[in-house]
């Protein structure tokens, strides 16, 4: 069974970065598209970026591009998100999973990012 483990967040101030990290066990990484999630309080868990098995194509929602970064260890059972330009709106609880359109692993226990100042 697939475990995820995901680490990196923090309090950080408006404008200032974070890299989240994702451990991944018990599966072949390689074989899988992966993506981050995150939950803010009161609204629905959002996919925020995907990344195909290989790495060579991602994809993110509009309110995030050009400030994220997600990428991929394969060799390591890796997978990142740099966060630039934090937004208070970037606060939430963030995830690591299989692209939902493949089919979802047990969720981990997430990483809460608190962009304040």
């Known amino acids: 069974q697939v475990q995820l483990v995901e680490s990196g967040g923090g309090l950080v101030q408006p404008g200032g970065s974070l890299r989240l990290s994702c451990s991944v066990s018990?599966?072949?990484?390689?074989?899988?598209?992966m993506g981050w999630y995150r939950q803010a309080p009161g609204k629905q868990r959002e996919l925020v970026a995907t990344?195909?098995?290989?790495?060579?194509?991602?994809n993110y929602i509009d309110s995030v591009k050009g400030r994220f970064t997600i990428s991929r260890d394969n060799a390591k059972n890796m997978v990142y998100l740099q966060m630039n330009s934090l937004k208070p709106e970037d606060t939430a609880v963030y995830y690591c999973?299989?692209?939902?359109?493949?089919?979802?692993?047990?969720w981990g226990q997430g990483t809460q990012v608190t962009v304040s100042s």
């Open positions: 999973n299989r692209d939902r359109k493949f089919g979802e692993f047990l």
């Open positions: 018990g599966g072949r990484l390689s074989s899988y598209a």
């Open positions: 990344i195909t098995p290989g790495g060579d194509s991602t």
